[in-house]
Structures are given as C-alpha cells and as structure tokens.
C-alpha cells in the first residue's frame, strides 16, 4: 500500500488524467510559476529578518548612546 491505502497503480492512472486534462505544458509552466513564487517568499523572509536585526542593532545602539549622554550629564552637573 502506498500513501493512506492509495497504491502506486491509482497514483499512475491520476497521474496520467492530470497529464491528459492540462497538458505537459501547463503543467510545467505551473511548476515553474510555483518555483517562483517560492523564491520569492523566501527572499522576502531574509529581507524581514534582516531589517528586523538591523532595528535592533538600532534600538541598543540608541540605547547605550542615551545611556552615555545620562552619565556624562550627571557628571556634568555633580562638578
């Protein structure tokens, strides 16, 4: 038995009435089309990871330069 009581035999016979309903064509125009799309996604995940690492790189850059600019304005003012 293949995948959940299907055998390879039922996969073949869909298989080849997908072929015969679409065409080779259509069908590799899909797969490239969703290949696409996939890249894309992708791409676009590393772009948001990146600018989200970079706000924080931002955040606690900003955050020590306040720290920094406190403690000088503290010792400015104990002298």
Known sequence: MGLGGIGIWQLVIILVIVVMLFGTKKLRNLGSDLGGALKG???A???DNAKESDDE??????KTTDATTMNSEKSDTKE
Do not use: N, T
Not at 57 to 62: A, G, I, L, R, Y
């Open 57 to 62: 790189d931002d955040d606690s850059v900003k």
């Open 41 to 43: 996604f992708k791409s």
């Open 45 to 47: 995940m590393k772009d």
